[in-house]
């Protein structure tokens, strides 16, 4: 027999389990990449978090009754829907004339009326229910610790009881789309248990026994009078060495086994946006049939090896005090007073472990809660808000080595193409497609919740920002030729309804909101916003720059040039703030603390506005977050982390991380807290840490650009850059030690540290290794087909 790593693993996994459950290779207690707790988790918030993209887990680590709180990630409510409202494109031209008479509230009271999508609310994101491990006979437990293993992607319990170590692990595997569960104890004949579900849904879902295996299956929701159009299956199958299995009603009980597994398959009949026939209990059916011969030890390397493929790309290290030896949540209450750097650590690849369980090829993206929801009526339904927060969702995944998982992201916005070509015709008149401030599984496009909050018309424009920078880190041309069309499509909606601005001469769209906030004239109406010109600006700079890859439209190119070249300029104002409307405004704005910080886009995630090529907006930029304040929301709090990054005020920054990694705004488990909970925080923590070591922007890589002095030596490995370049960086006492570039296509690299630039031209599959001399940075080896070379 050919021994294959797999094999061996595979072997190495079952004489571990033959061993007994106390003989397990575990995450060692000092390990930077493992969350951990000396008690089970009360609250959801305490719970840990597994994820197979499709499929998600809460695992309360229980001892008499583990909790398994269950998510598939179609299960939404309602059904295909079209919420384009006819009677809104007459309403247009009053809305505009009164928006341009500074009539704001007759403005906001007429879009009221006429101009909100039917329903003036989306489907929310929904809970299968819990999964409920009912253990007869434990109760007091010694010994018990939880923990969470990023690397291994293994949620572990581990207790004694009755002069018997049990141990519990469970997974959430993409490759074999199961979520498994095994139970082992150190005496035979130790594990009996109840398995039952428990079920929020107001189908009242029907539990019941199939030979050796437990089923739930129902319909989802109706919402907003959507009907309820899906059918979903939740199927567990046990597999018990010794014992017992028995069923009756709607439990399964196990009694007297050395070892149990559970392999828990979920499905909808979710095809589409606009096709509901599919059959969960055939994919459910399958997906186990799959696994029928496949061992624990099995199920465990092919998850591990998948999770790892991702994981490991990069790794991370800010230097360790005696502090991450403490319990997780302990870390976190103490985290303000405390020198934790490892805390950060933990976070950084937190968020990047996060996106890995919760976005997957051929999936649905990530979620205001990632894969994770609790309820049948989420916060903020849990669906995909885009004047923010989906977006921020995928700030990391570029720059963090994880390009594969934003792929469900750009699916969406093929979808929104779509249906959002229908909200153009219906409610603008317009060609393209347009999508605003939400949108949910069914792909709605129209303005929700009420004027002030869903009259933004630049959520599909500023997803197209994503699309093409998939494209700027790889330089994959067959890429851009296929998702091109997504772009220009949101481009044409703007050619057509761009207005001119009677007062100031320019174009601007009418009518908007800068998200969500009050412009203190009556409304958050106006037309024009900032960030609505920035958002345009990049749509339009970047559909330039691909029709010059791919062969130009010359009618088109010249149109889009016409039009940018009219967009409203930024404006400083008064009070040496970037000004958030054309008007002056900013001071009278109901709440100039506001969360949002939208007209800030320009500086981050834009590159428009920077400390050395814009630097009066820069500086307007610094007084705005002045004004604004660091406090704010968990996700906000994120965000103004990544602008003091690129304002290249390292220590400014950390001590907005501090703000974020406290207990106010980080719950128990890690979850970013809005509060609610919210997973955008989480990625903008990511985020904010990667910018404030590597910036890829104005077509430059900048090294250290915001380095806080308490993390005065480490290093970030793994990193990617735009122009399809990996970067790894090492640092000692504040100082660059050194930087390697690795090219995936050929290129050239303007590269800048501490004022000193160098330009490093590269060919795919090349590598440079950069260091400092007398505080220049040099070129110090240049690797082509493995040769290396001192310059």
């Known amino acids: 027999m050919t021994l294959t790593r797999r094999s061996t693993l595979v072997a190495l996994g079952a004489s571990t389990a033959l061993g ?79 928006i341009d008479a500074g009539e704001y509230a007759k403005a906001t009271e007429l879009a009221d009326a006429k101009f ?41 319990t581990t207790f004694s009881a009755g002069g018997v170590r049990h141990v519990r692990e469970v997974i959430a595997s993409a490759p074999d789309r199961v ?24 189908s009242n879902p029907v539990a019941s026994v199939e030979g050796q295996a437990l089923v739930l299956a129902g319909v989802n929701d109706s919402q907003q009078r959507v009907p309820a159009r899906l059918k979903f299956e939740c199927r567990v199958e046990v597999r018990a060495k010794g014992g017992r299995v028995s069923g009756e009603g709607g439990r399964l009980s196990v009694t007297g086994a050395d070892e149990v597994l559970l392999l828990v398959a979920a499905a909808t009949s979710y095809r589409r946006y606009d096709d509901v026939s599919g059959d969960p209990t055939a994919l459910n059916r399958a997906a186990l049939a799959r696994l029928a011969d496949k061992s624990w030890a099995e199920l465990l390397v092919d998850h591990q090896a998948d999770h790892r493929s991702l994981f490991r790309r ?10 991450d030896l403490l319990p997780t949540d302990e870390r976190i209450k103490s985290s303000a007073t405390t020198d934790d750097p490892s805390l950060a650590a933990l976070y950084f690849q937190y968020g990047r472990y996060l996106l890995i369980a919760c976005s997957r090829p051929g999936g649905q993206p990530a979620n205001l809660q990632g894969v994770w929801n609790d309820k049948t009526s989420a916060p903020w339904e849990s669906k995909y808000t885009i004047n923010i927060n989906t977006e921020m969702n995928y700030w990391p995944a570029e720059p963090t080595n994880l390009p594969e998982l934003v792929e469900p992201l750009i699916a969406l916005v093929a979808d929104l193409a779509q249906t959002g070509a229908k909200t153009a015709r219906t409610m603008y008149g317009a060609r393209g497609w347009v999508a605003h401030h939400n949108t949910d599984l069914w792909r709605a496009t129209a303005p929700i919740d009420g004027a002030i909050y869903g009259v933004w018309p630049t959520g599909g424009a500023w997803l197209c920002k994503h699309v093409f920078d998939h494209y700027d880190y790889s330089r994959d041309a067959a890429y851009l030729a296929r998702v091109y069309p997504l772009m220009k499509g949101s ?54 720059k691909a029709e010059a890859i791919l062969g130009a439209d010359a009618a088109f190119v010249a149109e889009l040039k016409t039009a940018r070249d009219k967009l409203a300029p930024y404006k400083i104002g008064k009070d040496g703030q970037l000004q958030e409307w054309q008007e002056d405004w900013d001071s009278k ?53 990544n602008l003091w990054s690129r304002l290249g005020d390292g220590d400014h920054a950390h001590g907005i991380l501090k703000l974020l990694l406290g207990p106010e705004r980080t719950y128990p488990n890690m979850f970013d807290a809005h509060p609610p909970f919210q997973i955008d925080g989480n990625f903008g923590g990511t985020s904010g840490m990667t910018e404030m070591v590597l910036q890829s922007r104005n077509d430059r890589l900048y090294l250290l650009p915001a380095l806080p002095s308490a993390w005065p030596t480490g290093r970030m490995t793994g990193l990617r850059a735009r122009g399809a370049v990996d970067v790894d960086i090492r640092w000692a ?18 590269v800048v540290h501490a004022g000193s630039t160098l330009d490093v031209t590269l060919k795919a599959g090349e590598t440079a290794r950069l260091i400092l001399r007398g505080g220049v940075l040099t070129l110090a080896g240049h690797a082509r087909g493995g040769s290396s070379r001192a310059s």
């Open 20 to 98: 007994g459950a106390v003989a397990r290779a575990e995450t060692p207690k000092t390990s930077p990449l493992r969350l951990w707790y000396r008690q089970p988790a009360k609250e959801w918030v305490e719970a840990l978090p597994l994820g197979s993209g499709k499929l998600g887990a809460m695992v309360f680590g229980g001892v008499a009754t583990e909790r398994l709180q269950l998510n598939e990630n179609t299960l939404w409510a309602g059904g295909p829907y079209d919420p384009a409202n006819p009677e809104a494109l007459a309403a247009l031209p009053e809305i505009r004339r009164l």
């Open 116 to 156: 909100m999508g039917t329903p003036k609310r989306q489907m929310s994101y929904q809970t299968i229910g819990d999964l409920k491990l009912d253990f007869p006979g434990l109760a007091e437990a010694s010994d018990y610790v939880r923990d969470l293993d990023l690397d291994g992607a293994i949620a572990t």
């Open 179 to 202: 979520i498994a569960v095994r139970l082992t104890a150190s005496r035979k004949g130790a594990i009996t248990l109840n398995l039952g579900f428990a079920s929020p849904l107001k």
């Open 314 to 323: 990069v790794d991370i290290d800010f230097g360790r005090t005696r502090a």
């Open 491 to 544: 481009a044409r909606f703007f050619l057509d309804t761009l207005v001119v601005d009677p007062k100031f001469g320019v174009l601007v769209t009418s009518p908007s909101l800068s998200p969500e906030n009050d412009h203190g004239h009556g409304s958050s109406l106006a037309a024009g916003p900032t960030m609505d010109q920035a958002i345009i600006r990049d749509l339009f700079d970047n559909c330039l």
């Open 589 to 641: 704005a109901t709440d100039i603390h506001h969360r949002h910080v939208s007209h800030l886009y320009g500086l981050f995630p834009s590159d428009q506005i920077s400390i050395d090529t814009t630097p009066k907006l820069a500086a307007a930029a610094k007084t705005t977050l002045v004004t604004r304040g660091d406090l704010s929301t968990g996700w906000a709090i994120a965000w103004r982390l």
């Open 733 to 750: 006492g504040g100082r660059l030690s050194e930087a390697v570039l690795t090219a995936k296509a050929d290129g050239r690299h303007t």
